[in-house]
């Protein structure tokens, strides 16, 4: 079957630098997504990941090792508004998305 | 704009009623889904559609129905056979299965 497994809530404070990890199990790999969800809201695509590496985009990162079958989303000088729920999703050859339980991350001042 | 859209922002199902949330798309993308989510927990499939007038069901389709005759909407009904239906419903599209999906707004399900 298919999986994914990342930390329930991070901690960290304004300026710092934080990382949520995500690994995963799954047959026929295409590639490791990230979406951010605020409370009450719908998740937004950050980024995507089909080779390993790392992606950047701003103030946002995510790495893959697809021989890990991990990945992990980088967030540096961490905001009051990066306080928000962070998901990784899984694309296969399902054709489906598979999303992991969420990741909260609070960052204090 | 183009985007994705969902109405009601909230609904209220009465016991034995089925309801329908709307998902439509002005994006041209070929596929559609339906998540739920519970508080706290992560997005669960529903239904999805790669194609119009064929979809497939997801992990939790029981009680659930959907249609697709047009491209740009994905209707799910929620039927009285959803025994606990209270939750998030998000809808979402993709230019292909597989690829990159945008999320609409959410329908905030209730039992009254």
């Known amino acids: 079957g298919q999986s994914l497994e990342q930390p329930s809530e991070v901690t960290a404070v304004e300026g710092a630098i934080v990382q949520i990890n995500c690994t995963y199990q799954t047959s026929g790999f295409y590639g490791l997504s990230w979406y951010q969800q605020h409370d009450g809201g719908a998740p937004t695509f950050l980024s995507y990941n089909a080779l390993d590496g790392l992606e950047e985009t701003g103030r946002f990162s995510s790495f893959l090792s697809r021989s890990d079958s991990y990945g992990y989303l980088l967030l540096q000088e961490l905001q009051m508004k990066d306080s928000a729920s962070y998901f990784c999703?899984?694309?296969?050859?399902?054709?489906?998305?598979?999303f992991g339980q969420g990741t909260t991350l609070q960052v204090k001042p | 704009d183009g985007g994705i859209t969902q109405s009601p922002k909230y609904l209220f199902r009465k016991e034995g009623q089925n309801v329908t949330l709307s998902c439509e798309q002005n994006?041209?993308?070929?596929?559609m889904y339906w998540y739920r989510q519970d508080p706290g927990q992560g997005l669960r499939l529903i239904y999805y559609?790669?194609?119009?007038?064929?979809?497939q069901k997801g992990d939790i389709a029981e009680g659930y129905s959907v249609s697709r005759e047009k491209k740009e909407s994905f209707p799910l009904t929620v039927t009285s056979a959803q025994k606990n239906p209270t939750a998030f419903y998000l809808c979402?599209?993709?230019?292909?299965?597989?690829?990159?999906?945008?999320f609409g707004p959410g329908t905030r399900l209730l039992v009254l």
């Open positions: 999703a899984l694309s296969s050859n399902t054709g489906k998305l598979i």
């Open positions: 979402a599209s993709s230019p292909g299965t597989g690829e990159t999906q945008y």
């Open positions: 994006l041209n993308h070929d596929a």
């Open positions: 559609s790669q194609i119009v007038n064929d979809f």
